[in-house]
C-alpha cells in the first residue's frame, strides 16, 4: 500500500475530486496548506509599507491505495492539476505500513 | 352682517399684530426652542456617536488579530468614561464662562445650571441639554482616535487612566479655546467643527504616546499587515455616514450652512479617495481598498474645520490636496522618522487635521459664509496667520501635555504590556477573550453537529 501526497493550487480541487471518484477512489484526507516551491515572492503593500509574500496557499490532498493503483491516481492527479505554469504543485509517494479501520478493527487493504 | 364681519376681521388682525410685536421680544427673554434645530441635532448626536463603533470596526481590522478586541476595548471604553467626565467635569472646562481665555470655570460642574431651555451662548435654539450632549459625542471620537497610535501594546489600566487625564487636561481646554470663548475664538481662528480640536489634538498626541511608548515588538523585522481589511471597510463606511453628523451637525441649526457641510463634506471624502488611490496606483501600480478608505477618511479629516466656510469646488481641490500628502506621510515620512503609529492617528488626523486648518485659511470665504472670513485665496492674509497660530499653539499644547500625563501615569502604572502578554496577544492577556475562538482545534462547535 502506499501514501499519495499531492499539493495542487487550491483552484484545482473540485475538479481533482470529480476525477478521483471516476477511478473510485473515495477516501482521502484534503488539507488547507502554505508552501513554496520555484515561485517569486510577490509584493503586497498596505498604506504604502510593502510586504512580501512568500508562502502560498496550496490545498494538500492525501490518498492511500493499494501499490497496483498508484499510477493510475497519479496520472490523472497531473492530468487534472497540470497548467505547466509554476506553482502547479508536487506529488509525494510513501510506502503505507498497515491501515486499521477503528469501527471494525479491519487491517491492511481490508480497511481502505 | 358684513361689517360686524369686517370689525371682527379688523379686531381680530390688530391682535395677531400685536402678538407678532410683542413675541420676540417674549422670545429674546426667554430663549424658545426651535423643534426643527433640535430634532436635527439629537439626531446628529446619534450619529456622532456611531463613529466611534465605526473607529472599532475601522481599527480593529488594521490590527493582527490577536489584538482586535483590545482595541475594540479601548473605544468601547472611551465611549464610557468621556461620558462620565462630561457630565460631572468635562463640560464645564470646555463651555463654562471663560477663565483668562484659557479654560470654562466650574459653573457648569456635574452640569448644574444647564435645563432643558437654550443657553444664551451656545446654540441659542436648542436645549442646552442637547447641546452638552452633542458636543460631548465631540468629545468621545477625539479620545478614541488617539488609541491608533498605540495600539497592540498598551496596558488597559494604563490607558484608562490615560483617557480620563487626556480628555480633562488637552481636549476639554483646547475645545474651550476654540469653541468656548477661548483665546484661538477670539482670535478669529475658523474650526468649524473640530480640524485643530479634534485632529490635530488626538493626532499629535498619539504621535507622543506612539514615541513615548516604543514600538511594538518584531516592528523592525517585519511589515505587520491588517487582519480583516473588509472590518476596516466597514469602520470607514460608518465613520463617513456619522461624520455628516459631525459637520453638519456644528452649524448647530438645520440651516444653510449645515447643508452645505454636508455636501462639502461628502465632496471632499470622495476626492481624498480617489488622490489617495492615484497616488499609490502610480507608486506601486494597484489601487488598494486600504488606500481608498483612507483617502476618504483623510478627506473627511482635511474638510471638518472648513466645512462650513468653503464652497464645494475648494472641497474638491482640498481632498486633492490631502490624499497624496498623508499617503506620502504613511508610506515614506513614517518609515524614515521610525516612530511607530500603529493605525496612523497621526498620520492621517494630524497630518490630514493640519491641511485642513490650514487649507481653511486659504479656501474660506465670506462669499459663501458671511459669518466666516476670507483666507488666502480671496484676498486675507489675516485668517491664515490666525491658523497657523492656532495650529502651533495646538501642536505645542497638545504634545507638552500628553508627555506630563504619560510621565505621571508611568510612576503610577507601566504602560506597557510585557513582552509575554504582547507576543500572546492583548485579547487573551488582557481581556481573557479570543475574537476568533472557532480557529482553535476542539473548539469548532459548529461543526458537531454535520458529523457523521
Known amino acids: ?112 | 352682517m358684513k361689517v360686524k364681519t369686517s370689525i371682527l376681521m379688523a379686531v381680530i388682525l390688530a391682535a395677531i399684530m400685536l402678538l407678532s410685536v410683542t413675541m420676540p421680544v417674549l422670545a429674546a427673554d426667554e430663549l424658545s426652542v426651535d423643534t426643527g434645530d433640535t430634532a436635527f441635532i439629537i439626531i446628529c448626536s446619534a450619529m456622532v456617536l456611531i463613529m466611534t463603533p465605526g473607529l472599532a470596526f475601522f481599527y480593529g481590522g488594521m490590527v493582527r488579530k490577536k489584538n482586535v478586541l483590545s482595541i475594540m476595548m479601548q473605544c468601547i471604553a472611551v465611549m464610557a468614561l468621556v461620558s462620565v467626565q462630561w457630565v460631572l467635569l468635562g463640560y464645564t472646562l470646555s463651555f463654562g464662562p471663560d477663565v483668562g481665555g484659557v479654560i470654562g470655570n466650574l459653573h457648569f460642574l456635574g452640569l448644574s445650571g444647564v435645563s432643558i431651555l437654550p443657553s444664551p451662548d451656545y446654540a441659542s435654539t436648542i436645549p442646552h441639554y442637547v447641546f452638552v450632549a452633542f458636543q460631548l459625542m465631540f468629545a468621545i471620537i477625539t479620545a478614541a482616535l488617539i488609541s491608533g497610535a498605540f495600539a497592540e501594546r498598551m496596558r488597559f489600566s494604563a490607558f484608562i487612566l490615560f483617557v480620563l487625564a487626556w480628555t480633562t487636561l488637552v481636549y476639554d481646554p483646547v475645545a474651550h479655546w476654540v469653541w468656548g470663548g477661548g483665546w484661538l475664538g477670539q482670535l478669529g481662528a475658523l474650526d468649524f467643527a473640530g480640524g485643530t480640536v479634534v485632529h490635530i489634538s488626538s493626532g499629535v498626541s498619539g504621535l507622543v504616546v506612539a514615541i513615548f511608548i516604543g514600538k511594538r515588538l518584531g516592528k523592525d523585522r517585519e511589515t505587520i499587515v491588517p487582519h480583516n481589511l473588509p472590518f476596516t471597510v466597514l469602520g470607514a463606511a460608518l465613520l463617513w455616514f456619522g461624520w455628516f453628523g459631525f459637520n453638519a451637525g456644528s452649524s448647530l441649526a438645520a440651516d444653510g450652512i449645515a447643508g452645505l457641510a454636508f455636501l462639502v463634506t461628502n465632496t471632499c471624502a470622495a476626492a481624498g479617495a480617489i488622490s489617495w488611490v492615484m497616488a499609490e496606483w502610480l507608486h506601486h501600480g494597484k489601487p488598494t481598498v486600504f488606500g481608498a478608505v483612507s483617502g476618504a477618511v483623510a478627506g473627511l479629516v482635511a474638510i471638518t474645520p472648513a466645512a462650513g466656510f468653503v464652497s464645494p469646488l475648494s472641497a474638491v481641490v482640498m481632498g486633492i490636496i490631502v490624499g497624496p500628502i498623508c499617503y506620502l506621510f504613511v508610506s515614506r515620512v513614517k518609515e524614515r522618522l521610525g516612530y511607530d503609529d500603529s493605525l496612523d492617528a497621526f498620520g492621517i488626523h494630524g497630518v490630514g487635521g493640519t491641511v485642513g486648518a490650514l487649507a481653511t485659511g486659504i479656501f474660506a470665504s465670506t462669499a459663501v459664509n458671511p459669518a466666516g472670513a476670507d483666507g488666502l485665496l480671496f484676498g486675507g492674509l489675516h485668517l491664515f496667520v490666525v491658523q497657523l497660530v492656532a495650529v502651533a499653539g495646538t501642536y505645542v499644547y497638545a504634545a507638552l501635555a500628553t508627555l506630563l500625563i504619560l510621565k505621571v501615569i508611568s510612576l503610577i502604572v507601566p504602560l506597557r504590556v510585557s513582552n509575554e502578554e504582547e507576543e500572546v496577544g492583548l485579547d487573551t492577556s488582557l481581556h481573557g477573550e479570543d475574537a476568533y475562538g472557532y480557529d482553535d482545534i476542539g473548539a469548532n462547535d459548529r461543526l458537531v453537529g454535520i458529523q457523521s
Open chain 1, 1 to 112: 500500500m502506499k501514501k499519495i501526497e499531492a499539493v495542487i493550487r487550491p483552484t484545482k480541487l473540485e475538479e481533482l475530486k470529480t476525477a478521483l471518484n471516476e477511478l473510485e477512489v473515495r477516501g482521502m484526507t484534503v488539507y488547507n496548506v502554505m508552501g513554496r516551491g520555484l515561485q517569486k515572492d510577490v509584493k503586497q503593500y498596505y498604506r504604502g509599507q510593502e510586504v512580501s509574500v512568500d508562502l502560498f496557499p496550496k490545498v494538500k490532498i492525501e490518498i492511500v491505495c493499494p501499490d497496483d493503483a498508484v499510477e493510475r491516481i497519479v496520472q490523472r492527479i497531473q492530468e487534472v492539476c497540470r497548467t505547466g505554469n509554476i506553482g502547479d504543485g508536487k506529488i509525494f509517494i510513501y510506502p503505507v505500513e498497515n491501515i486499521i479501520r477503528i469501527r471494525t478493527q479491519e487491517r491492511g487493504e481490508k480497511a481502505l
